[in-house]
Each structure stands twice: as C-alpha cells, then as structure tokens.
C-alpha cells in the first residue's frame, strides 16, 4: 500500500489541478440555461474515467442529464464495485455572499472553494483518482470497478431510477461505494449504515360547503380548523409514542452492536440541541436524542394551512383546511402499508360532519447494511488504517431515495463512505471540502479496493 | 295614526324619488378615488334633514369622512330619541355581475335595487321619511329627535366613536333606534336584542431558532406545528366546553321569558344546517344551534399557517407557527379579562422548548337591551301593531361594534329594528330592498315615534 500512498502523496497537487477542472464546470442540473454544461461536465467526467484507464466509457442520454458510465472488467473471478457519485451541483445563489467566485476554485487554509467541492465533485474525485493510482503503481486492478455518475442528484435522480430499472444486468456488482455524506466528526472515519424511510401524506378537510362568519355560526358548526388541530393531536400520545394502530408492529429493536457504536460516539446531546436553540429533546420514552433520530420512526407536521392568515381580525370558520404529515420509518416499516393505517386512522378521527382526504405524496423504503456486514468491515478496516482512528458507525435520519434504489434493484450493500463535513456549506454560498480528507478518502479508498479483492460474496 | 299611515301610503311613489336620489350617490367609504362622493351625500343627508323640519343640521368634519347631525328638540320634557344611520356603502365590486348598474337605481319586483338599498341608506331612510311624515299630518313631533349619520360603517367607525366620546352631551338621549339588521323572516317584525361580544387574539409560537430538516431531526425535537395544534384542542373538551379557567363564571343564564321567545321562532335547526351542506349541529351540550350562536360563548380558530404550504412534500420542521383563535362572548364575560386568562391559559399549555407570544388583535363587549326593558316594549308593540304580526325577538351571535359603543358611551337602550333580510345581498352584487318592508318601516317608525311620548325613563 506504501507505494500507491506515496502516489496519491507526490501527485495531490497535480490531482487538485483537475479537481479544479471539473469544479470550473457551472453544472447546475435545476437551471435549464445550463443544459450545455450539465452535458459538458458529463463529457469531462466520461474523459478523466478514460485516462485513468477505465477501458469502456460510455454517455447515456435520458430525458434529462446524461448518465455517464465507465467500467474496467479486467479482473475476472474477482468482486466487482460500482462507485456512484454525481456531477450536478446546487445553485450558487445568492452570489454576493461568496468569499470567491463559486465557479472559480481557490485553494485556501487547507481547503478547497468551490460550488460542488464537496457535495459531490470533491467527494467522488477521490475514487477516481485512488483507483488512477493503484492502475499507475500496480498497472492493473485487484477487482472488477464499475462507475456511474448522474446529472441530477440535486432534481430527484428521476432518471437515474428509470436507468438502475432498465440496466441491472450492466450495473450488477458486490457492492455500491458512495462518498456524498459527511464525518461525524472532523478526521474520524465515518460510515452511515442506515437511513430512514419516509411516508408523506397531505391532509385536507371540509366543514361547511363555504366560508362562514363565526359570530353569525360560531359554537354551533363543526370549525375544520379546530377539528384538524384535534386530529393531528391525535396521532402521537402524552409520551410521544405515534397511535397509528399497528404502527411499531414491524419495528426492529436496537442491536447491542449499534448500542455499542452509539456509546463510542460520545454524543453530546446538550451541545447538539444548543445548536438549534433547544434545552430539551422532546420524543418518545426510553430513547435519547440520537437513538430518536437514527433507529426511532416519527412524525411530523410539515406544514398547516387554512382561514385568514393575513394582518389584523378576520372572523372567519373556514370551509377546508389542509396539512402536511411526514412519517419517518425504519425498517422493517412498509411506506405503503403505513399509508393505509394512517389514512384508516385519520379517517376514524374525523368528527361527524368533516369530510376528510387524505393523499399519498411521496414513500421511501427505510434501509440499513447491518453493521457487522462483510463489506463494511472492510470499509470500516480500510478507514481505520488510513484515518489513524476507529471507523464510527453512524445511521442518517433522513432518506437518501438512490442509496436504497441501489440497494433494492442491484441487491449489493452500499458503503457510505462519507468524506465531507456538515459544516462544508453544501447547498449554501462558500461551499468548500477539506483537503486533508480529500486525501485520505483517496488513500481509503485504494486501501478499500485493494482489500476488497478478497471479499467473497455469501 | 291613520292618517300618518294615509300620507306614507299616498307619497310613497314621491318618497321612492328621493331614496333613489340618495342612491345614485357612490358613497363608498373605502374606496379614496370617492371622497368627495362621500362628502356629497354627507350633504344631501343633511338637506335631507332640513327639508322634512329638522331645525339644527351641523355637518362635523373628521379625520375620515363627515358626520352628519341633526335635532329637532320641539318637545321639552318629552323623552329624546336618536336615530342612527349611515350613508356610506360596499364597493361595488365585481360590477359585471349586477343586474342593473349598482349606482342607477331600478325598481323592479316590488324591490329597489342599488348599492346602498338595503344596507343602510333605504333603512335609516325609513325613519326620515316617517318623520316628515309626521310633521305633514299633526306639524310637530311629540318627542326631541336626534339624526347621527356617520360615512364610515362599512370600515370601521372609528372616528364615530371619537365623536361619541367628545359629544356625549350633544347625543344625550332616552333611546337609540337602529335600523340595520334583518328581519327574521320576510314580514315578520323583528327586534335584535343580544349582541355577542369578541376577544380575537394571535398567538406565535418558535421551537428550534431556524427551519429543521424533519429527517435529520425528527423525532427529537419540539415541532412547533404539532406543539400548535396539541395547544389548539386543548382549548375545548370532548364536550365541546372551552376550557379556559374561569371562562364561564360570568355568563348569565338564558331567562324564561328568552326560552320562550326562541321558542316561538320555530327555528328549523336541520334547514340552518343543510344551507350550509351540514348535518350536525356540533357545539356545547345541551343546547341547540340557536341558542349556542346566540347565547352562549365560543371559540373558533379562524386562521393557522406554518411550513410548508406549496405543491409537493417537502419535509421541513418549522421554527415557527402561528394561529388565530376567537372568542365570542355573551354577558357579563369581559373581553380584556378573557384575554388574560387565554394568554394565561395558552402559556401553560406550551410545552418545554416552546416560546408563546398570545397578542390581542380586538376585543368588543356583549351587550343586550333586556327583552323586557320599556323601550322594547314600545317598538315591538309599534312593530305588531303594522306589520299585523307578533314581533320576534332575535339576537345576534356576531358583533355590531357601534351599538355596543352607543349603549356603553350613552347610557341608553339601543332599539335594533331591523328592516332588511338576509338574503338582500348587502355587500353583494344586486342589493336590493323590500318596498313592502319599507313602506312597513315608515309606518312603525312613525308608531313607534309617536307611542315614544309616553315613555319615562326610569
């Protein structure tokens, strides 16, 4: 390994000129003014894969961004990786806010800024570039790589999903290496195991067939805005427990090994809520703030609407009301099982008189590796190795929906390998990466591959 | 009387003349391009005034549009009655929808039909033209006669009540006769004795310091939209009983002789419903929808937003949510003692981590005129008397600011003699009046003026 670290070592500075490249490209996938350079960061991704060595590289097209592929098969017998990373970045809005030019990287304080330094140009650099190395040192590939970079992370990955559908034979693989999350903590080694899945539902519903006076019928008529506030109150106890029926019946328990990894993280619950303004972690009994978060579901008000919302007095009991309600799961929760007892639920909850709708917006699987699965222990070793630090095991409480795309249509395990930081301003001006993990994500990532060689699918 | 009536009957046609003079004058007080408009029918009112016998005619200028007075004191030791009106109207608005132009009075199906006919020029013209008719026949007036007519009902009457407060002198009186509320029903003589009163408050709430992602915070944290709805049904019991301490320590009982005029009206609650597409009266128990609007307090939320309200799911934990609550009261709840123990109230239903700010937006009395009081007994007598009907004793479950402000500020019985209907379309396209109503209002106003001599204040 001494060979290809020394490598990533004597030529990160060259490596930071073509990082510098790519984050030049303004590939911003919502702005429909910057098709062509969605397209011509497609085609600078497709030439690095080449000159790194990856034999076969191809664009695909779609309705939207193209898909760029690549894949080195030289290594017959042996596991196979599909590393996925996409080229499109957020807005850069608003630019007075920017320190330097957001399409105009600068390196400063051992970082790099730049729209797109982290989230994810910077992050899936350093597999291409870990994987540069090994062919330069080694001349070939312990294993079989695959990659594939989409256009549209940022939109939906809409059509990354039609592609994953239609290319399963193409993408098949032993496991999917994404680095688009982030550290816990600066310089410690960090895989994200689990995500949660969601169920969105949107609320809406009538009283009277119009809007009323209150003074003319207040006291006398079903009020959808107090009858919503009723339902919604409904749906989670004095203890925060969700009532939903049969609502924790699929849940699975916390494992001792993810207690243990918690205990490690020596999670700062007072300082995570300070953060945010709050003194106290309001959720269900019997979980801390983290456990909530990462293995607990939960629910939520995303948003309410109905009557006069403007200045002053309006007396006013409305005909409708609305609202929005998002499910967090985890696994072994079904989204559209879920739906169903929640929309029984509400359904059971309405007064006489109030007719209620309600309508699915959007279901996310919840998904996990299990933490003692055999790829991520030799991620986990691979990290440790090159961080000088034991590998933390964190789980994310929000749904990435093309991780568990992944997981479900290729059936491999994906390795979050994180290598960015909360902090890096991702999605806001001054988005920067961190150069110290941008080389050791390199170096993790060649130790990862080399190592994988060995890995034996069960 | 008869030949009072005998006069009304024979110059009707010439009385309609000048109400449709009255009413081609676009008074619209909210509308500034109308000012002068406004102005100019202060004018013609005053005319008005002189023109039928009305000795002392004074135009005050306000901050806002003038006020028009006018008295006749003829009759020392005789009681004083002040008679109320207010020339200003509705915007027009939307114009396509009338039927004729809303300034170009048409008479047509026994109706006029103007902006203004019915709310309130064609009303307060009723007691304009009983008088002169009464000059006519006997050449004086058996009480004092005060005219007030204000130009800004239709937003707010706030320079009214400044003028109240600076005049109490000036306005003394033994009655204040109203005529700007509905009949019951078409021919049925009418008197509104009950207002309801109104406490209105806006309350925010603020959990975490900014917006949350729900999936990376979930489940641990207080979400203000849930906090807010969870403190909204608190505010009533399953009973429909509000739930604020001490809120129902000074509503008054309904008396005997109130059941048995609400049991004459034979109101047909299932009909009230079914207008407005409802099946259920749903409010406090062991009342009925009349009697819940009328005579016992509410609470209505008439407005609440926070989150999220677009197309689409977004998954977002606010760090604000707001709310509109009402409360209508009835004797002897005070609105400002209402409002303490609200704001009270709602402050010890927020939970931990969740800051409340209750503001007062408004806040009016209740008032009632005792359905037994002399006065009342006068009108309704007058009332039967011409309309050949019993009259009916109705109240009002909203808030008629103005009356309770005459009631409060000079100390004197306020008469709601209603000459309107419902379904007159005030503050609609197409208003219209009753002619038969009015020709009937001229009548018993002059009754009523008449049979007003022999009353002594207590």
């Known amino acids: 390994m001494k060979q290809i670290y020394d490598y990533i070592d004597s030529n990160f500075n060259n490596f930071l000129e073509d990082l510098k490249d790519l984050l030049r490209i303004p590939s911003i996938s919502s702005n429909p003014e910057k098709k062509g350079d969605v397209r011509n960061c497609a085609y600078f991704a497709a030439n690095k894969l080449k000159e790194i060595g990856i034999n076969k590289v ?35 809005e608003p630019l007075e806010l920017w320190k330097y030019p957001p399409f105009e990287p600068v390196i400063e304080d051992d970082k790099i800024w730049a729209r797109g330094a982290t989230d994810d140009k910077g992050q899936f650099f350093a597999h291409l570039k870990s994987v540069e190395s090994i062919f330069k040192v080694e001349g070939t590939l312990p294993i079989n790589v695959k990659f594939l970079f989409e256009g549209e992370e940022e939109i939906g990955s809409s059509n990354l999903k039609i592609f994953l559908d239609k290319h399963k034979e193409l993408l098949k693989c032993d496991a999917v290496l994404i680095s688009d999350t982030s550290l816990y903590e600066p310089g410690v080694p960090t895989i994200t195991y689990g995500l949660r899945g ?11 067939n119009r809007d009323l006076h209150s ?13 919503l506030t009723n339902i919604i109150s409904k749906l989670k106890d004095k203890n925060e427990k969700i009532t939903i029926p049969n609502f924790y019946k699929d849940v699975l328990k916390i494992s001792d090994k993810e207690k243990k990894a918690i205990k490690k993280l020596k999670f700062n619950e007072k300082e995570f809520l300070s953060s945010i303004g709050l003194k106290n972690s309001i959720g269900e009994k019997g979980f801390n703030a983290l456990e909530r978060i990462w293995f607990r579901p939960s629910l939520d008000c995303n948003g309410i609407w109905g009557g006069f919302t403007g200045e002053g007095a309006k007396t006013v009991i409305p005909s409708k009301a609305f609202a929005k309600i998002s499910i967090r799961l985890v696994l072994n929760q079904n989204p559209a099982k879920i739906f169903k007892e929640l929309e029984k639920y509400l359904k059971s909850l309405a007064p006489k008189d109030l007719k209620i709708n309600v309508k699915q917006l959007h279901g996310g699987d919840p998904a996990i590796v299990p933490i003692d699965h055999p790829v991520i222990a030799i991620a986990s070793k691979s990290l440790t190795e090159v961080f000088g630090k034991e590998t933390c095991f964190i789980r994310e409480g929000g749904s990435i929906p093309i991780v568990v795309e992944f997981m479900k249509k290729l059936k491999a395990p994906a390795i979050l390998m994180g290598l960015g930081l909360d902090s890096e301003n991702l999605h806001s001006p001054n988005e920067h990466f961190s150069l110290t993990h941008l080389r050791l994500g390199m170096k993790a990532s060649a130790n990862f591959i ?3 060689a060995n890995y034996k699918r069960k």
């Not at 003074?215 to 009858?227: C, K, Q, R």
């Open 215 to 227: 003074g003319s019928y207040g006291g006398a008529v079903i009020n959808p805005l107090n009858a």
């Open 198 to 208: 969601l169920c969105y539902a949107e609320i809406e519903v009538e009283g009277p």
């Open 450 to 452: 080399m190592n994988f």
């Open 58 to 92: 191809n664009i695909f097209d779609t309705q939207g961004h193209p898909i760029v592929y690549g894949e080195w098969l030289g290594a017959p017998g042996k596991p196979t990786l599909l590393i996925y990373g996409h080229y499109d970045v957020q807005p850069p």
